[in-house]
Protein backbone atom coordinates (compact mmCIF):
# COMPACT_ATOMS: atom_id res chain seq x y z
CA UNK A 1 0.00 0.00 0.00
CA UNK A 2 3.08 2.34 0.83
CA UNK A 3 4.11 1.50 -2.53
CA UNK A 4 1.17 2.96 -4.52
CA UNK A 5 0.89 5.85 -2.51
CA UNK A 6 4.37 6.73 -3.08
CA UNK A 7 3.98 6.06 -6.38
CA UNK A 8 1.03 8.76 -6.67
CA UNK A 9 2.63 11.02 -4.63
CA UNK A 10 5.56 11.30 -6.91
CA UNK A 11 3.05 11.42 -10.23
CA UNK A 12 1.48 14.36 -8.62
CA UNK A 13 4.27 16.23 -8.27
CA UNK A 14 6.38 15.20 -11.79
CA UNK A 15 4.71 14.26 -14.25
CA UNK A 16 7.18 12.63 -16.63
CA UNK A 17 7.68 9.88 -14.25
CA UNK A 18 10.71 8.07 -16.59
CA UNK A 19 12.42 10.85 -17.46
CA UNK A 20 12.71 11.77 -13.80
CA UNK A 21 14.31 8.05 -13.54
CA UNK A 22 16.69 8.78 -17.00
CA UNK A 23 17.89 11.68 -14.79
CA UNK A 24 18.34 10.00 -11.46
CA UNK A 25 20.17 7.35 -13.57
CA UNK A 26 22.80 9.23 -15.39
CA UNK A 27 23.29 11.65 -12.03
CA UNK A 28 23.64 7.92 -10.05
CA UNK A 29 26.54 7.09 -12.91
CA UNK A 30 28.44 9.63 -12.66
CA UNK A 31 29.04 9.78 -9.25
CA UNK A 32 25.84 11.63 -6.64
CA UNK A 33 24.28 8.38 -5.79
CA UNK A 34 24.87 9.02 -2.41
CA UNK A 35 23.02 12.07 -2.52
CA UNK A 36 20.55 10.33 -4.11
CA UNK A 37 20.20 7.69 -0.99
CA UNK A 38 21.00 10.21 1.47
CA UNK A 39 17.84 12.58 0.11
CA UNK A 40 15.80 9.55 -0.15
CA UNK A 41 14.88 10.41 -4.24
CA UNK A 42 16.04 6.83 -5.08
CA UNK A 43 12.92 5.84 -2.83
CA UNK A 44 10.00 8.12 -4.83
CA UNK A 45 10.29 5.76 -7.97
CA UNK A 46 8.40 2.13 -7.07
CA UNK A 47 10.85 -0.84 -8.14
CA UNK A 48 13.57 2.01 -9.48
CA UNK A 49 17.56 0.40 -8.09
CA UNK A 50 20.29 3.06 -8.67
CA UNK A 51 22.57 1.25 -11.68
CA UNK A 52 26.44 0.23 -11.41
CA UNK A 53 27.84 3.89 -11.19
CA UNK A 54 31.74 5.30 -11.12
CA UNK A 55 33.49 6.26 -7.62
CA UNK A 56 30.54 8.80 -5.48
CA UNK A 57 32.19 12.14 -4.70
CA UNK A 58 34.18 12.59 -1.46
CA UNK A 59 35.86 15.39 0.76
CA UNK A 60 38.78 12.99 2.60
CA UNK A 61 42.28 13.30 1.36
CA UNK A 62 41.14 15.93 -1.19
CA UNK A 63 41.86 19.95 -1.10
CA UNK A 64 38.88 22.27 -1.48
CA UNK A 65 39.39 23.08 -5.40
CA UNK A 66 40.52 19.23 -5.94
CA UNK A 67 37.01 18.54 -4.36
CA UNK A 68 34.88 21.32 -6.54
CA UNK A 69 36.97 20.34 -10.12
CA UNK A 70 35.49 16.76 -9.58
CA UNK A 71 31.98 17.85 -8.54
CA UNK A 72 31.48 20.53 -11.42
CA UNK A 73 33.53 17.73 -14.04
CA UNK A 74 30.85 15.23 -12.95
CA UNK A 75 27.77 17.35 -13.37
CA UNK A 76 29.02 18.40 -16.49
CA UNK A 77 29.10 14.86 -18.14
CA UNK A 78 25.92 14.86 -16.55
CA UNK A 79 24.60 17.85 -18.48
CA UNK A 80 26.00 16.77 -21.85
CA UNK A 81 24.63 13.26 -21.51
CA UNK A 82 21.03 14.25 -20.27
CA UNK A 83 20.73 16.95 -22.90
CA UNK A 84 20.17 20.93 -24.22
CA UNK A 85 17.98 21.88 -21.27
CA UNK A 86 20.69 21.19 -18.68
CA UNK A 87 23.13 21.99 -21.05
CA UNK A 88 22.08 25.71 -21.27
CA UNK A 89 21.47 25.45 -17.16
CA UNK A 90 25.04 24.48 -16.82
CA UNK A 91 26.38 26.97 -19.42
CA UNK A 92 24.06 29.44 -17.15
CA UNK A 93 25.58 28.00 -13.72
CA UNK A 94 29.16 28.81 -15.49
CA UNK A 95 28.36 32.48 -15.15
CA UNK A 96 27.52 32.80 -12.16
CA UNK A 97 31.10 33.56 -10.73
CA UNK A 98 29.23 35.07 -7.35
CA UNK A 99 28.42 31.73 -5.64
CA UNK A 100 30.40 28.89 -7.31
CA UNK A 101 34.33 28.05 -7.17
CA UNK A 102 36.48 29.17 -9.73
CA UNK A 103 37.20 25.32 -9.76
CA UNK A 104 33.37 24.09 -10.73
CA UNK A 105 33.09 27.77 -13.13
CA UNK A 106 36.30 25.87 -15.18
CA UNK A 107 34.40 22.64 -15.46
CA UNK A 108 31.31 23.97 -16.62
CA UNK A 109 32.65 26.30 -18.63
CA UNK A 110 33.71 23.34 -21.37
CA UNK A 111 30.08 22.49 -21.69
CA UNK A 112 29.58 23.08 -25.58
CA UNK A 113 26.26 23.40 -27.36
CA UNK A 114 26.50 19.85 -28.42
CA UNK A 115 23.21 20.05 -30.16
CA UNK A 116 21.78 19.13 -33.44
CA UNK A 117 19.68 21.18 -36.15
CA UNK A 118 16.18 20.27 -36.92
CA UNK A 119 15.40 18.88 -40.10
CA UNK A 120 14.49 21.81 -42.37
CA UNK A 121 11.02 20.27 -43.59
CA UNK A 122 10.30 20.90 -39.57
CA UNK A 123 11.88 24.23 -39.97
CA UNK A 124 9.88 24.95 -43.05
CA UNK A 125 6.34 23.91 -41.15
CA UNK A 126 7.36 25.77 -38.39
CA UNK A 127 7.71 28.75 -40.65
CA UNK A 128 4.69 28.56 -42.81
CA UNK A 129 2.53 28.07 -39.95
CA UNK A 130 3.69 31.26 -38.08
CA UNK A 131 3.30 33.33 -41.37
CA UNK A 132 -0.12 31.70 -41.99
CA UNK A 133 0.79 31.38 -46.01
CA UNK A 134 3.39 29.44 -48.15
CA UNK A 135 7.20 29.97 -47.51
CA UNK A 136 7.98 31.33 -51.47
CA UNK A 137 5.60 33.88 -50.93
CA UNK A 138 7.77 36.31 -48.17
CA UNK A 139 11.38 34.21 -48.98
CA UNK A 140 12.89 34.31 -51.99
CA UNK A 141 15.27 31.45 -50.68
CA UNK A 142 16.54 29.87 -47.44
CA UNK A 143 19.64 28.21 -47.13
CA UNK A 144 18.80 24.77 -45.95
CA UNK A 145 22.31 24.47 -43.89
CA UNK A 146 21.67 26.38 -40.59
CA UNK A 147 24.37 29.05 -39.85
CA UNK A 148 23.46 28.11 -35.60
CA UNK A 149 22.35 25.71 -34.01
CA UNK A 150 21.15 26.25 -30.09
CA UNK A 151 19.06 24.63 -27.45
CA UNK A 152 16.25 26.73 -28.15
CA UNK A 153 16.39 27.95 -31.66
CA UNK A 154 18.28 27.27 -35.12
CA UNK A 155 19.28 30.04 -37.43
CA UNK A 156 18.92 30.07 -41.28
CA UNK A 157 19.88 32.69 -43.57
CA UNK A 158 17.59 33.57 -46.16
CA UNK A 159 16.35 36.41 -48.64
CA UNK A 160 13.22 38.24 -48.73
CA UNK A 161 11.07 38.77 -51.66
CA UNK A 162 12.62 42.36 -51.64
CA UNK A 163 16.17 40.95 -52.05
CA UNK A 164 17.63 42.07 -48.63
CA UNK A 165 19.33 39.74 -46.65
CA UNK A 166 17.91 37.72 -43.45
CA UNK A 167 18.06 35.61 -40.76
CA UNK A 168 15.26 33.35 -39.48
CA UNK A 169 15.16 32.08 -36.52
CA UNK A 170 13.36 28.87 -35.53
CA UNK A 171 12.33 27.81 -32.11
CA UNK A 172 12.35 23.85 -31.48
CA UNK A 173 9.35 22.37 -31.93
CA UNK A 174 8.05 21.28 -28.35
CA UNK A 175 11.06 22.89 -26.71
CA UNK A 176 9.02 24.83 -24.01
CA UNK A 177 7.15 21.17 -22.76
CA UNK A 178 10.90 19.62 -22.73
CA UNK A 179 12.17 22.89 -21.02
CA UNK A 180 9.47 22.86 -18.49
CA UNK A 181 9.88 18.82 -17.46
CA UNK A 182 13.15 18.99 -17.14
CA UNK A 183 13.27 22.25 -14.93
CA UNK A 184 10.31 20.89 -12.97
CA UNK A 185 12.26 17.30 -12.61
CA UNK A 186 15.85 18.73 -11.44
CA UNK A 187 14.12 21.73 -9.02
CA UNK A 188 12.36 18.63 -7.28
CA UNK A 189 15.48 17.07 -7.47
CA UNK A 190 17.77 19.82 -6.11
CA UNK A 191 15.30 20.78 -3.29
CA UNK A 192 15.55 17.28 -1.62
CA UNK A 193 19.19 17.15 -1.70
CA UNK A 194 19.78 20.67 -0.22
CA UNK A 195 17.89 19.12 2.98
CA UNK A 196 20.32 16.54 2.85
CA UNK A 197 23.73 19.28 1.56
CA UNK A 198 25.09 21.80 3.62
CA UNK A 199 26.73 23.32 0.84
CA UNK A 200 24.44 23.08 -1.92
CA UNK A 201 21.78 24.74 0.68
CA UNK A 202 24.24 27.46 1.09
CA UNK A 203 25.24 28.06 -2.65
CA UNK A 204 21.29 28.56 -3.35
CA UNK A 205 21.22 26.09 -6.28
CA UNK A 206 17.30 25.82 -6.33
CA UNK A 207 17.11 29.82 -6.15
CA UNK A 208 19.52 29.73 -9.56
CA UNK A 209 17.27 26.91 -11.05
CA UNK A 210 14.26 29.35 -10.76
CA UNK A 211 15.82 32.25 -12.12
CA UNK A 212 17.76 29.77 -14.92
CA UNK A 213 13.93 28.63 -16.14
CA UNK A 214 12.51 32.10 -15.78
CA UNK A 215 14.73 33.92 -18.33
CA UNK A 216 14.99 31.00 -20.46
CA UNK A 217 10.94 31.00 -20.73
CA UNK A 218 11.63 34.53 -21.76
CA UNK A 219 13.78 33.58 -24.43
CA UNK A 220 11.88 31.35 -25.88
CA UNK A 221 9.03 34.43 -26.70
CA UNK A 222 10.96 36.05 -29.52
CA UNK A 223 8.58 38.85 -29.90
CA UNK A 224 10.60 39.75 -26.41
CA UNK A 225 13.65 39.55 -28.28
CA UNK A 226 12.56 41.80 -31.01
CA UNK A 227 11.16 44.26 -28.78
CA UNK A 228 13.98 44.09 -26.74
CA UNK A 229 16.38 45.10 -29.99
CA UNK A 230 14.09 47.96 -30.87
CA UNK A 231 14.09 49.19 -27.86
CA UNK A 232 18.69 48.98 -27.42
CA UNK A 233 18.55 50.22 -31.17
CA UNK A 234 16.21 53.28 -30.53
CA UNK A 235 18.55 53.83 -27.08
CA UNK A 236 21.31 53.80 -28.46
CA UNK A 237 20.24 56.34 -31.54
CA UNK A 238 19.91 59.03 -28.80
CA UNK A 239 23.74 58.56 -28.14
CA UNK A 240 25.65 57.52 -30.92
CA UNK A 241 26.08 60.72 -33.30
CA UNK A 242 28.22 58.89 -35.18
CA UNK A 243 26.29 55.78 -35.76
CA UNK A 244 29.23 53.39 -35.01
CA UNK A 245 26.60 51.10 -33.43
CA UNK A 246 24.30 49.04 -35.95
CA UNK A 247 21.70 47.27 -34.30
CA UNK A 248 19.58 44.64 -37.21
CA UNK A 249 16.51 45.54 -38.41
CA UNK A 250 13.62 43.78 -37.11
CA UNK A 251 11.11 42.11 -39.71
CA UNK A 252 8.34 42.24 -37.01
CA UNK A 253 5.77 41.70 -39.86
CA UNK A 254 7.19 38.68 -40.40
CA UNK A 255 7.57 37.24 -36.73
CA UNK A 256 6.19 36.08 -33.91
CA UNK A 257 6.83 34.02 -30.58
CA UNK A 258 8.06 31.40 -32.62
CA UNK A 259 10.51 32.77 -35.63
CA UNK A 260 12.33 35.83 -35.69
CA UNK A 261 13.17 38.15 -38.74
CA UNK A 262 16.37 40.10 -38.49
CA UNK A 263 18.23 41.71 -41.00
CA UNK A 264 21.89 39.74 -41.90
CA UNK A 265 24.57 41.47 -40.39
CA UNK A 266 27.54 40.77 -43.23
CA UNK A 267 30.80 40.74 -40.56
CA UNK A 268 33.94 39.05 -38.61
CA UNK A 269 32.82 38.61 -34.50
CA UNK A 270 35.72 40.14 -32.65
CA UNK A 271 36.73 36.57 -30.85
CA UNK A 272 38.01 35.70 -33.84
CA UNK A 273 40.50 38.96 -33.92
CA UNK A 274 43.79 38.56 -32.00
CA UNK A 275 45.43 41.71 -31.92
CA UNK A 276 44.88 45.43 -32.40
CA UNK A 277 46.74 45.65 -35.99
CA UNK A 278 43.95 43.23 -37.24
CA UNK A 279 41.79 45.40 -36.25
CA UNK A 280 42.81 48.85 -37.58
CA UNK A 281 43.54 52.12 -35.66
CA UNK A 282 39.72 53.74 -36.96
CA UNK A 283 38.34 50.48 -35.48
CA UNK A 284 39.97 50.89 -31.61
CA UNK A 285 38.45 53.99 -31.48
CA UNK A 286 35.22 52.85 -32.86
CA UNK A 287 34.89 50.09 -30.21
CA UNK A 288 36.48 52.24 -27.29
CA UNK A 289 34.00 54.43 -28.37
CA UNK A 290 31.28 51.86 -28.34
CA UNK A 291 32.61 50.39 -25.03
CA UNK A 292 31.72 53.65 -23.45
CA UNK A 293 28.41 53.82 -25.16
CA UNK A 294 27.31 50.43 -23.75
CA UNK A 295 28.15 52.09 -20.23
CA UNK A 296 26.36 54.72 -20.63
CA UNK A 297 23.34 52.56 -21.64
CA UNK A 298 23.53 50.66 -18.19
CA UNK A 299 23.71 54.09 -16.18
CA UNK A 300 21.68 56.06 -17.38
CA UNK A 301 19.00 53.96 -19.17
CA UNK A 302 18.78 51.00 -17.18
CA UNK A 303 18.32 48.74 -20.42
CA UNK A 304 21.18 47.19 -21.37
CA UNK A 305 22.98 44.25 -23.28
CA UNK A 306 23.52 41.71 -20.72
CA UNK A 307 25.58 38.71 -22.89
CA UNK A 308 28.03 41.16 -24.97
CA UNK A 309 30.70 38.72 -25.10
CA UNK A 310 33.06 38.29 -28.51
CA UNK A 311 30.97 36.16 -30.45
CA UNK A 312 27.93 38.81 -30.04
CA UNK A 313 29.82 41.62 -31.11
CA UNK A 314 30.68 42.25 -35.06
CA UNK A 315 33.11 44.29 -37.23
CA UNK A 316 30.89 45.19 -40.78
CA UNK A 317 32.01 45.17 -44.06
CA UNK A 318 30.55 48.63 -43.84
CA UNK A 319 32.92 49.82 -40.74
CA UNK A 320 30.18 49.93 -38.36
CA UNK A 321 29.83 47.48 -35.19
CA UNK A 322 26.75 45.16 -35.20
CA UNK A 323 25.80 43.50 -32.07
CA UNK A 324 23.02 40.30 -32.67
CA UNK A 325 21.08 38.31 -30.08
CA UNK A 326 18.88 40.43 -27.13
CA UNK A 327 17.42 36.93 -25.75
CA UNK A 328 19.00 38.07 -22.66
CA UNK A 329 18.95 41.90 -21.54
CA UNK A 330 19.07 43.46 -18.33
CA UNK A 331 16.25 45.91 -16.76
CA UNK A 332 17.05 48.43 -14.04
CA UNK A 333 13.89 50.10 -12.39
CA UNK A 334 14.86 54.16 -11.55
CA UNK A 335 15.70 53.25 -8.22
CA UNK A 336 18.02 50.34 -8.88
CA UNK A 337 19.49 52.18 -10.97
CA UNK A 338 20.22 55.58 -8.18
CA UNK A 339 21.37 52.15 -5.78
CA UNK A 340 23.64 50.99 -9.01
CA UNK A 341 25.28 54.94 -9.67
CA UNK A 342 25.72 55.89 -5.40
CA UNK A 343 27.59 52.22 -5.54
CA UNK A 344 29.82 52.99 -8.44
CA UNK A 345 30.32 56.44 -7.18
CA UNK A 346 31.47 55.16 -4.08
CA UNK A 347 34.02 52.98 -5.57
CA UNK A 348 35.59 55.93 -8.01
CA UNK A 349 35.55 57.92 -4.84
CA UNK A 350 36.99 55.70 -2.48
CA UNK A 351 34.34 55.95 0.17
CA UNK A 352 33.99 52.94 1.19
CA UNK A 353 31.61 53.20 4.22
CA UNK A 354 29.19 54.90 1.49
CA UNK A 355 29.77 51.30 -0.63
CA UNK A 356 28.98 49.43 2.07
CA UNK A 357 26.05 51.39 3.08
CA UNK A 358 24.16 51.04 0.00
CA UNK A 359 25.07 47.38 -0.88
CA UNK A 360 23.28 46.79 2.45
CA UNK A 361 20.53 48.70 1.23
CA UNK A 362 19.82 46.37 -1.83
CA UNK A 363 21.20 43.29 -0.88
CA UNK A 364 19.39 40.29 1.50
CA UNK A 365 20.41 38.94 4.53
CA UNK A 366 18.86 37.31 7.70
CA UNK A 367 20.98 38.74 10.32
CA UNK A 368 22.54 42.59 10.44
CA UNK A 369 26.36 41.97 9.43
CA UNK A 370 29.13 44.05 11.73
CA UNK A 371 29.46 46.61 9.49
CA UNK A 372 32.69 47.79 10.46
CA UNK A 373 34.04 44.65 10.07
CA UNK A 374 32.58 44.34 6.57
CA UNK A 375 33.88 47.64 5.83
CA UNK A 376 37.44 46.71 6.35
CA UNK A 377 36.91 43.73 4.62
CA UNK A 378 35.37 45.41 1.20
CA UNK A 379 37.95 47.97 1.25
CA UNK A 380 40.54 45.01 1.76
CA UNK A 381 39.08 43.32 -1.50
CA UNK A 382 38.40 46.23 -4.18
CA UNK A 383 41.63 49.02 -2.88
CA UNK A 384 44.24 46.81 -4.77
CA UNK A 385 42.16 47.39 -8.38
CA UNK A 386 40.78 51.21 -8.25
CA UNK A 387 42.96 53.10 -11.10
CA UNK A 388 44.29 50.49 -12.93
CA UNK A 389 44.12 50.08 -16.64
CA UNK A 390 42.08 46.85 -17.89
CA UNK A 391 45.47 45.20 -18.56
CA UNK A 392 46.46 45.52 -15.13
CA UNK A 393 42.90 44.36 -13.95
CA UNK A 394 41.24 41.49 -13.69
CA UNK A 395 37.82 42.22 -13.71
CA UNK A 396 36.60 38.69 -12.67
CA UNK A 397 38.52 38.57 -9.91
CA UNK A 398 37.67 42.18 -8.67
CA UNK A 399 33.91 40.92 -8.77
CA UNK A 400 34.85 38.05 -7.73
CA UNK A 401 36.64 39.40 -4.77
CA UNK A 402 33.43 41.97 -3.60
CA UNK A 403 30.78 39.48 -3.99
CA UNK A 404 32.97 36.35 -1.93
CA UNK A 405 33.47 39.44 0.66
CA UNK A 406 29.43 39.65 0.93
CA UNK A 407 29.17 36.11 1.17
CA UNK A 408 31.62 35.83 3.78
CA UNK A 409 29.06 38.26 5.79
CA UNK A 410 26.06 36.14 4.59
CA UNK A 411 24.90 38.93 2.19
CA UNK A 412 23.45 38.15 -1.02
CA UNK A 413 23.11 40.54 -4.24
CA UNK A 414 19.83 39.71 -6.11
CA UNK A 415 20.39 38.48 -9.28
CA UNK A 416 19.57 41.39 -11.36
CA UNK A 417 22.74 43.31 -9.67
CA UNK A 418 25.29 39.87 -10.62
CA UNK A 419 23.75 40.86 -14.17
CA UNK A 420 24.75 44.37 -14.12
CA UNK A 421 28.55 43.53 -12.83
CA UNK A 422 28.63 40.41 -15.36
CA UNK A 423 27.66 43.02 -17.84
CA UNK A 424 30.62 45.43 -16.91
CA UNK A 425 32.83 41.56 -16.92
CA UNK A 426 32.01 41.29 -20.57
CA UNK A 427 32.63 44.60 -21.72
CA UNK A 428 35.64 44.82 -20.12
CA UNK A 429 36.94 40.86 -21.57
CA UNK A 430 35.81 42.40 -25.33
CA UNK A 431 38.69 44.43 -25.18
CA UNK A 432 41.21 42.26 -22.98
CA UNK A 433 40.86 40.03 -25.50
CA UNK A 434 42.78 42.40 -28.19
CA UNK A 435 44.70 43.43 -26.05
CA UNK A 436 42.46 46.90 -25.73
CA UNK A 437 43.81 49.08 -23.03
CA UNK A 438 40.58 50.61 -21.02
CA UNK A 439 40.52 51.81 -17.88
CA UNK A 440 37.07 50.84 -17.02
CA UNK A 441 37.01 52.55 -14.18
CA UNK A 442 37.63 55.91 -16.10
CA UNK A 443 34.81 55.04 -18.50
CA UNK A 444 32.26 54.79 -15.78
CA UNK A 445 33.60 58.31 -14.15
CA UNK A 446 32.88 59.81 -17.27
CA UNK A 447 29.12 59.05 -16.82
CA UNK A 448 28.84 58.85 -13.12
CA UNK A 449 29.38 62.42 -12.26
CA UNK A 450 26.63 63.88 -14.54
CA UNK A 451 24.47 61.56 -13.66
CA UNK A 452 24.73 62.11 -10.07
CA UNK A 453 24.16 65.86 -10.49
CA UNK A 454 21.18 64.76 -11.92
CA UNK A 455 19.88 63.02 -9.38
CA UNK A 456 20.91 65.82 -6.98
CA UNK A 457 18.97 68.34 -8.80
CA UNK A 458 16.13 69.98 -7.67
CA UNK A 459 13.51 68.47 -10.25
CA UNK A 460 14.56 65.18 -9.03
CA UNK A 461 13.90 65.85 -5.72
CA UNK A 462 10.64 67.29 -6.38
CA UNK A 463 9.44 64.00 -7.14
CA UNK A 464 11.19 62.22 -4.68
CA UNK A 465 8.96 64.47 -2.31
CA UNK A 466 5.56 63.94 -4.29
CA UNK A 467 6.54 60.13 -3.93
CA UNK A 468 6.83 60.54 -0.62
CA UNK A 469 4.41 62.39 0.19
CA UNK A 470 2.22 59.32 -1.72
CA UNK A 471 3.93 56.90 0.58
CA UNK A 472 2.64 58.79 3.79
CA UNK A 473 -1.00 59.36 2.41
CA UNK A 474 -0.99 55.48 1.62
CA UNK A 475 0.59 54.94 4.99
CA UNK A 476 -2.15 57.35 6.99
CA UNK A 477 -5.01 55.29 5.40
CA UNK A 478 -3.54 51.73 5.73
CA UNK A 479 -2.30 51.38 9.62
CA UNK A 480 -5.60 52.45 11.38
CA UNK A 481 -7.51 49.83 9.74
CA UNK A 482 -4.33 47.11 10.54
CA UNK A 483 -4.04 48.11 13.83
CA UNK A 484 -7.69 47.69 13.97
CA UNK A 485 -7.90 44.27 12.40
CA UNK A 486 -4.56 43.04 14.96
CA UNK A 487 -6.44 43.98 17.74
CA UNK A 488 -9.67 41.88 16.36
CA UNK A 489 -7.51 39.29 16.15
CA UNK A 490 -5.88 39.41 19.49
CA UNK A 491 -8.96 39.66 21.27
CA UNK A 492 -9.97 36.65 19.74
CA UNK A 493 -9.57 33.03 21.57
CA UNK A 494 -7.78 31.30 19.11
CA UNK A 495 -4.22 31.17 20.83
CA UNK A 496 -2.57 29.43 23.38
CA UNK A 497 -2.23 32.15 25.42
CA UNK A 498 -5.50 33.84 26.33
CA UNK A 499 -5.40 37.76 27.26
CA UNK A 500 -8.16 39.61 28.86
CA UNK A 501 -7.97 43.67 27.80
CA UNK A 502 -9.77 45.72 29.83
CA UNK A 503 -11.04 48.77 28.10
CA UNK A 504 -9.82 47.19 24.92
CA UNK A 505 -12.43 50.02 23.01
CA UNK A 506 -10.72 52.89 24.10
CA UNK A 507 -7.12 51.51 24.17
CA UNK A 508 -7.89 51.02 20.60
CA UNK A 509 -8.87 54.42 20.17
CA UNK A 510 -6.00 56.09 21.92
CA UNK A 511 -3.67 53.75 19.73
CA UNK A 512 -5.42 54.59 17.07
CA UNK A 513 -5.04 58.24 17.44
CA UNK A 514 -1.49 57.97 18.46
CA UNK A 515 -0.59 56.20 15.32
CA UNK A 516 -2.54 59.21 13.27
CA UNK A 517 -1.08 61.80 15.07
CA UNK A 518 2.38 60.37 14.20
CA UNK A 519 1.75 60.01 10.51
CA UNK A 520 0.07 63.70 10.40
CA UNK A 521 3.48 64.86 11.79
CA UNK A 522 5.03 62.93 9.25
CA UNK A 523 3.44 64.26 6.82
CA UNK A 524 3.15 68.05 7.87
CA UNK A 525 7.16 67.48 7.85
CA UNK A 526 7.36 66.20 4.09
CA UNK A 527 4.78 69.55 3.08
CA UNK A 528 7.21 71.76 4.73
CA UNK A 529 10.39 70.58 3.12
CA UNK A 530 7.98 70.46 0.37
CA UNK A 531 7.36 74.11 0.05
CA UNK A 532 10.94 75.31 0.53
CA UNK A 533 12.15 72.99 -2.83
CA UNK A 534 10.04 75.56 -4.71
CA UNK A 535 12.00 78.33 -4.16
CA UNK A 536 14.85 79.60 -6.12
CA UNK A 537 16.52 82.42 -4.53
CA UNK A 538 16.62 82.50 -0.94
CA UNK A 539 19.37 85.38 -1.00
CA UNK A 540 16.25 88.11 -2.05
CA UNK A 541 13.15 86.26 -0.13
CA UNK A 542 10.71 88.34 0.72
CA UNK A 543 6.93 87.42 1.49
CA UNK A 544 5.84 88.77 -2.11
CA UNK A 545 8.79 86.48 -3.84
CA UNK A 546 7.10 83.24 -1.97
CA UNK A 547 5.55 81.15 -5.15
CA UNK A 548 2.03 80.13 -4.38
CA UNK A 549 3.23 76.50 -4.48
CA UNK A 550 5.40 77.16 -1.17
CA UNK A 551 2.67 78.55 0.22
CA UNK A 552 0.05 75.95 -0.68
CA UNK A 553 2.68 73.23 0.63
CA UNK A 554 2.86 75.20 4.20
CA UNK A 555 -0.86 75.89 4.13
CA UNK A 556 -1.48 72.38 4.26
CA UNK A 557 1.09 71.51 6.83
CA UNK A 558 -0.36 74.23 8.71
CA UNK A 559 -3.64 72.41 8.66
CA UNK A 560 -2.26 69.10 9.62
CA UNK A 561 -0.69 70.29 12.86
CA UNK A 562 -3.92 72.08 13.89
CA UNK A 563 -5.40 68.54 13.26
CA UNK A 564 -2.78 66.77 15.53
CA UNK A 565 -3.84 69.57 18.22
CA UNK A 566 -7.26 68.72 18.18
CA UNK A 567 -7.05 64.89 18.25
CA UNK A 568 -4.82 65.03 21.23
CA UNK A 569 -7.96 67.82 22.85
CA UNK A 570 -10.18 64.73 22.13
Known sequence: MDLIKTGLGISKTIKNV?????????????????????????????GFVLPSRVGDLKREDLTSEEWWRIFGRQLRLSFERLGPSFIKMGQLMATREDILDPAMIRELKLLQNQVSGIPFATAMSVIEQNLGRPVNEVFESI???????????????????????????????????????????IYFIVEKIERVSEELKFLGMSRMISDF?????????????????????????????????????????YSTEEILVLEFLDGKPFNEFHSLEELGPDMVVKLER????????????????????????????????????????????????????????AVLTYNFDNLVYEFLEVADY???????ELIRDIKDAISPYIGLSVKETNMTELIRGLISTLSKHRIYLP??????????????????????????????????????????????????????TKDVLTSLRLVPKHIKWFLKEVSKNNYALEFRVKDLDVFSERLNRAFYGLGMSLLA?????????????ASNLTIQTVPMLSWIFWGSASYLMIRIFMIRKL
Do not use: C
Not at 224 to 242: G, H, M, T, V, Y
Open 18 to 46: SRFREILTVLSRHGFSELIVKSGLDKLIP
Open 143 to 185: DENPIGTASIGVVYKAVLKNGKKVVVKVRRPGIRKTLTTDFEI
Open 213 to 253: FKNTMNELNFKIEAQNAEKLKSNLARIDKEKFLKVPEVYKE
Open 290 to 345: SIELFTHTLLADGFFHADLHGGNFFVLESGRIGIIDFGLMGNLSKRNRTNLIAILY
Open 366 to 372: DVIPDHE
Open 415 to 468: REWFIIFRALMTLDGVGKSIGLDVNIFKVLDKDIEPLVKELLSKKNAEEEVMWM
Open 525 to 537: SVFILGGAFFIKD
